[in-house]
């Protein structure tokens, strides 16, 4: 094997394994969002899905669709129900992470445009790793207690 052959197949062993690990490992599906009347903040549910075998966290937020975008935690907790912002949600090796009514969800404030059931958005996520998971969300009214019912 000449040196230019070498040269050319560590090149494109290099880049095939590049392209690889360039694609994110995290997926996002079902997403949601209940919108509420006013200029009431809306939730965002979805399922989060990490085919990687490392442990990675959910970072961040962002909408085109709403100024503010939050990821936060409702509890209960000696009957009193409380919501609190958090800074990561935890998305472990080869495991799924639900963002669900009363447990996490995207506090979604201040829409940039009417949103109205029905209506597609986007709402983009940052990764542990640094990656951007931009994720479709379908607008549901406020009386919807899932994606699609």
Not at 62 to 78: L, N
Not at 109 to 124: C, F, N, S, Y
């Amino acid at each position: 094997m000449t040196f230019r052959s070498l040269a050319a197949s560590l090149f494109l062993l290099v880049a095939s394994t590049a392209g690889a690990t360039d694609t994110t490992a995290v997926e996002a599906s079902a997403g949601w969002i209940r919108v509420l009347p006013g200029s009431l903040p809306a939730g965002a549910y979805v399922t989060f899905r990490n085919h990687s075998t490392s442990a990675l966290k959910i970072v961040g937020a962002e909408s085109a669709d709403y100024a503010e975008a939050m990821i936060h935690r409702s509890s209960t907790e000696g009957g009193m129900g409380r919501m609190e912002m958090v800074d990561s949600v935890d998305l472990p090796p080869e495991g799924t992470v639900s963002f669900t009514p009363g447990g996490y969800h995207v506090m979604l404030e201040k829409p940039t445009h009417a949103v109205k059931p029905g209506d597609r958005l986007t709402i983009t996520f940052e990764l542990s790793d640094g990656k951007k998971l931009p994720a479709t969300f379908v607008a549901r009214p406020a009386n919807a207690t899932g994606p699609t019912d």
